[in-house]
Each structure stands twice: as C-alpha cells, then as structure tokens.
C-alpha cells in the first residue's frame, strides 16, 4: 500500500460547482496536511496547511483532516475556471523528519465555464 | 523577494552528457530540495539539504549529485544523462525553523528533455 494514495482524475465540473479532492493515506505519524496546486508548466504553491486533525477555511477553500479514517479532503466551493490545476496533497510527520513531505500524485482539475 | 528562481527553464540533453540545473532563493531557508516530477507519477524527492554543508538523499538519488556551499544555493548536477532523467525537475526550499510542519516553497522548474 502507498503512504499516500489520490485519485488522479481527470476531474471536470461546470463553473459554480462545489468541488471534493480527497487523499487517504497509510502512515498514522502523518501530522502535517498541506494542498499545493498547480498550475500548467508551473511549479506547486501551497493553497491550505492544517496541523492535526479538524477543518480549516480560507474564502472559497475548505481543508479537512480526520486521523481516525486516515483521510483528507479539499472541498472547492463557486469553483471558478481559474481553479483549473493540478491539486497535489502532501504530509509529513513531527518531530525529526518533520521538513519531509511526502506527495499525493495529484488531481487534475477542469472548471468548465 | 524573488522567492525561489531555477535556470535554465528548458533544456535537451544528448544521452552521455552532462548538466547542472541551478537553484538559488532569497529567504534565508535552511532547508532546501529538489524534486523531480514525471507525468502522472506526483513529486519525488532526490536530494535534500538541511543547511550549508549538509545533504543528503532523497527517494530517486541515483544519477544525480548535489552540493551546498551556501544557504541560498543548491545546484543539481546529472552525470551520463540518460533518457530516463527526462523529466520536470523542481527545486523547493523551507525555513527550516519552526519546529513544526514545514511549508516547502517551490520554483518555476526545469524541464528537461534527453534524446
């Protein structure tokens, strides 16, 4: 089993959608949740960071995290065509190996207008 | 701040040659990275440095090699290019201070193309 597994894709919605993103993942030291997104020929940039389990919310993006399931999920809400990206999840565990992310392979996202 | 800068942008590689692929970035992180990413195989990290000095391998070292004189630079070098090092290659760096879950900031990539 991979530590961390996404499903690849390709995801497209209309404008205006509400979008889910999920990762699940193996490793239970896992503590750090972060979302990068990336754009064509672009490098990732972080979009949301969570520590531990709970939900977190900038504007439209919404990062959830339950350690008991070994689950995380993005939720998009009014998905705009800018959204349009490759969604990677990433983790890392505390302590020591903390700088250490380890990559979902990413979700590639159309938002259609 | 112009965060983290890679050059060259886009290069072809004979099979046999060789190449650096430079990193440099301005905000004083300890940690850097570099990272390669094929289609659809998410990022895996080759080599990583948590200060001047300092590196160490990642998940994909074979290859490649590395060095840190600086805290601003850290230049991947690929000796005896070969086609499977066809690749997008992303260099990140980290504060490397916090003691909490690290924030990698990446640059723009180089894409690398070896026939």
């Known amino acids: 089993q991979k530590e961390v597994e996404q499903d690849p894709g390709p995801l497209s919605v209309p404008e205006g959608a509400i979008v889910s993103l999920n990762c699940t993942y193996s490793?239970?030291?896992?503590?750090?949740f972060m979302w990068y997104r990336q754009y064509s020929r672009k490098g990732p940039e972080l979009l949301m960071y969570t520590y531990s389990s709970g939900n977190k919310e900038d504007g439209r993006f919404t990062a959830q995290v339950d350690k008991s399931s070994k689950y995380i999920s993005l939720f998009i809400r009014d998905s705009q065509p800018s959204d349009s990206a490759t969604y990677l999840c990433?983790?890392?565990?505390?302590?020591?190996?903390?700088?250490?992310?380890?990559f979902g392979k990413g979700t590639l996202l159309t938002v259609n207008p | 701040n112009a965060g983290v800068t890679q050059t060259p942008k886009f290069r072809i590689l004979k099979i046999g040659q060789s190449m650096t692929l430079q990193c440099t970035q301005d905000m004083n992180h300890n940690y850097m990275y570099w990272y390669r990413q094929d289609p659809g195989m998410g990022l895996k990290l080759i080599y990583y440095?948590?200060?001047?000095?300092?590196?160490d391998k990642g998940e994909v070292p074979n290859g490649y090699n590395v060095s840190r004189s600086t805290t601003e630079d850290f230049p991947l070098r690929l000796e005896l290019a070969a086609p499977s090092q066809t690749s997008v290659y992303f260099c990140?760096?980290?504060?490397?201070?916090?003691?909490?879950?690290?924030?990698?900031?990446f640059g723009p990539g180089t894409r690398l193309l070896v026939l």
């Open positions: 990433a983790m890392s565990p505390s302590g020591g190996s903390n700088y250490k992310l380890t």
């Open positions: 440095s948590v200060g001047a000095g300092i590196t």
């Open positions: 990140a760096s980290s504060p490397g201070t916090s003691g909490g879950g690290e924030t990698q900031y």
């Open positions: 490793n239970s030291a896992f503590q750090y």
